[in-house]
């Protein structure tokens, strides 16, 4: 089956832009997660969401960071007022939901932003 | 403050040897270990695990030792094989989240 997607892969984008990162979990997860990985840094959690609910977005760094999932399948995470050090790779996972603690999480490829 | 260390950005490792990738937490309450494999390009992708009421979980050629008391966990690989080359992420979880170390490139010489 497909795995997770996530579109665009690149974006370029100018300091003060909005921009919308979109996520396409595997089918029938209810857990989805987005992470935030800098040049020579593992990924950072940013939110999780547990069906359309947002169950801890702990890691959203500021208001300039927001994350939805209205149907409990795909999600957006959006981004106002870019700046130069939100440049990163934007990690999305997916997984069952069953079991928080012991799910593996399932990692889509990236999107890499680049703000100018 | 990193609660996940993996102190050494690369190692080069010889084809059919043994590679050996360490890490070290902070924070005692973590219950369950996972390492990822990361391609360029690519998102990370789970390769084992370890609940920490264990001290060792192998899986092919792949086994995670953990010691509680030193607060370390290792990775090791044996045989390394060239696909192997790869940044091998350490990570531990806390909650719903998973904390992730800087990663370690591995090279498996020819």
């Known amino acids: 089956g497909a795995g997770v997607s996530q579109t665009p892969s690149n974006k370029v984008t100018e300091k003060g832009k909005y921009v919308e990162l979109r996520c396409d979990p595997i089918?029938?997860?209810?857990?989805l997660y987005w992470y935030r990985q800098s040049l020579g840094q593992g990924p950072e959690f940013l939110i999780y969401?547990?069906?359309?609910?947002?169950?801890?977005d702990s890691g959203l760094p500021n208001d300039r960071f927001f994350a939805v999932r209205p149907e409990g399948s795909v999600s957006t995470l959006k981004i106002q007022r870019t700046e130069r050090g939100d440049s990163a790779v934007y990690l999305c996972?997916?997984?069952?939901?069953?079991?928080?603690?012991?799910?593996?999480?399932?990692f889509g490829p990236g999107t890499r932003l680049t703000v100018l | 403050d990193q609660q996940v260390k993996q102190n050494s950005p690369s190692l080069s490792v010889q084809e059919g040897r043994i590679s050996i990738l360490n890490c070290d937490y902070t924070?005692?309450?973590?219950?369950?270990f996972l390492w990822y494999k990361k391609y360029p390009a690519e998102g990370p992708t789970f390769l084992i695990s370890?609940?920490?009421?264990?001290d060792k979980n192998e899986d092919g050629r792949f086994t995670v030792f953990l010691n509680k008391s030193a607060k370390h966990l290792s990775l090791h690989i044996v045989p390394s094989q060239p696909g192997d080359s790869a940044v091998y992420f350490c990570?531990?979880?806390?909650?719903?989240?998973?904390?992730f170390g800087k990663g370690t490139r591995l090279h498996i010489l020819p």
């Open positions: 089918s029938g997860h209810t857990a």
């Open positions: 996972a997916s997984s069952p939901g069953l079991a928080t603690r012991t799910d593996t999480q399932y």
């Open positions: 990570a531990a979880k806390r909650d719903d989240k998973i904390i």
């Open positions: 370890i609940s920490s009421i264990k």
């Open positions: 924070n005692s309450m973590f219950d369950y």
């Open positions: 969401f547990q069906g359309t609910g947002a169950a801890d």
